[in-house]
């Protein structure tokens, strides 16, 4: 069973840049497909950007390509959101989440969360 914690998050302006790190423990990470995921006051949480097992494929939410980057380096049981471009409606709190599945946007299908971590964009 791998447990999951995110950081990075914090306070940025519009058009700004934040890199989220999600660190994994207890399990053998390369087996595990990774996503973020968000959820915003009064809304449901929604996929944000989703890496296969070595990192050669990824996804995204329409709403986030071409300005956020989902990487993941093996070796440091680690993945990464790169955020830039940053928008008010950025604004959500970000969750690392990990499957043995298949790589997929529906948080559903992912076994294993983190607790989370807060990004917010003022407008």
């Known amino acids: 069973q791998v447990q999951l914690l995110e950081s990075g998050g914090g306070l940025a302006q519009a058009g700004d840049s934040l890199r989220l790190s999600c660190a994994a423990s207890?399990?053998?990470?390369?087996?595990?497909?990774m996503g973020w995921f968000r959820q915003a006051p009064g809304k449901e949480r929604e996929f944000v950007a989703a890496?296969?097992?070595?990192?050669?494929?990824?996804r995204y939410a329409d709403s986030v390509q071409g300005r956020f980057t989902i990487s993941r380096d093996n070796a440091k049981n680690a993945v990464y959101l790169q955020m830039n471009s940053l928008k008010p409606e950025d604004t959500a709190l970000y969750y690392c989440?990990?499957?043995?599945?298949?790589?997929?946007?529906?948080?559903?299908?992912?076994?294993?969360w983190g607790q989370g971590t807060q990004v917010t964009v003022p407008s």
């Open positions: 989440a990990a499957d043995r599945g298949s790589m997929t946007k529906w948080a559903s299908r992912y076994a294993y």
């Open positions: 207890g399990g053998t990470f390369s087996l595990y497909v």
């Open positions: 890496i296969g097992r070595i990192g050669g494929t990824t």
